[in-house]
């Protein structure tokens, strides 16, 4: 620590990303893809231009592609590098400290450590004995609300009509619904639809999980009018640039390429699926996902113990050393053939405990 950093960060406690421990391993511990996306993506990166002049700060060919795609306006829009770049826009635009906010106990950790950074009160609310959130703990709150739908870690996915009962019951404070795994099964309850009818609800989507882009760094925000243009302004006041033109010429040729998308978005439902059965069948109790991962548990081993087996066999899960859920795997789901390894790579740990059902796929 230098003598110069600010007193207010001291304390603060850094967000750990999953394990990048090399090509030799598989990592299911950060939900990408292990596929490349849009063969139209790679054209795109292939046959770059124009990088010598400065991008358009207000993405508006990126915006109104998005726009067409919600059947909203462009005003109702706004990029940028990562679903965590435009939260942390919504927090500095929306936020001040000492500002009441409320979120899962279990939940993407950037919360917390956001929150905390910069001095929110902030009110963590815990899971149900199921691991779910219910969105009527949150109801009538003094706090603004940030939840993920689909949950994470859980997957879990709420219905529409709950969360705009949320709405309703908290018409003075903003409500953000991170919906960064919404594709994979929960498109149908994606609150976008109510962005129109509420003025206090923001909905943030990423292109890093559905449309295999983690590295290309694209999300966004979707919200009335007037939010979406008290977020531009601050944006264009201290990072107008935030979005590089090759970010948005990526985001581009992704929306597209609809059939590499859809075939994607399909291939992983089959394989969470698969997996889903496998494990159960080797006596897990996994949680029933919408997401491009599932959480699992067993009970004749412990969280760690299956993290650190399946590690020392260059397979990466992520786990949360959390009192709630210390006992749970997140696995990210990928191809047939990586689950097939998967799959057997954990029922060779359990043989070793002398659990002797075995799976043969």
Known sequence: MSTFLAKSFETIVAYKPGEQLGDDYLKLNANESSQEPSPRVLEVL??????????DPCQHKLRQKL?????????NIIVGTGADDVLDLI???FFERGDKIAFPKVTYPFYKGYADTFGYDVLEVPLTKDLRVDLS?????PHAVLVVNPDAPTGFLKPLSAIKKLLVSNPERLVIVDEAYIDFGGASQSAISLVEEFSNLIVVRTFSKSRQLAGGRIGYAVACKELIKDMEDLK??????NVSLLQEEVALASL???FHFERHVKEIIENRDFLTSALRIL???VLNSKTNFIYASSPVISGKELYEKLRERHILVRRYDIAEVKDYVRITIGTKQEMHRLVSEVDAILKEKDHVKSVNF
């Open 67 to 75: 726009a067409d795609l919600h059947s909203l306006d462009e005003t």
């Open 256 to 258: 597209e390429d609809e």
């Open 137 to 141: 703990d949150y109801e009538k709150l």
């Open 236 to 241: 264009m006041a201290v990072n107008p640039f």
């Open 283 to 285: 006596g897990f109790k």
């Open 91 to 93: 927090f500095r635009t």
């Open 46 to 55: 292939k046959n770059a231009q124009n990088l010598n002049y400065y991008n």
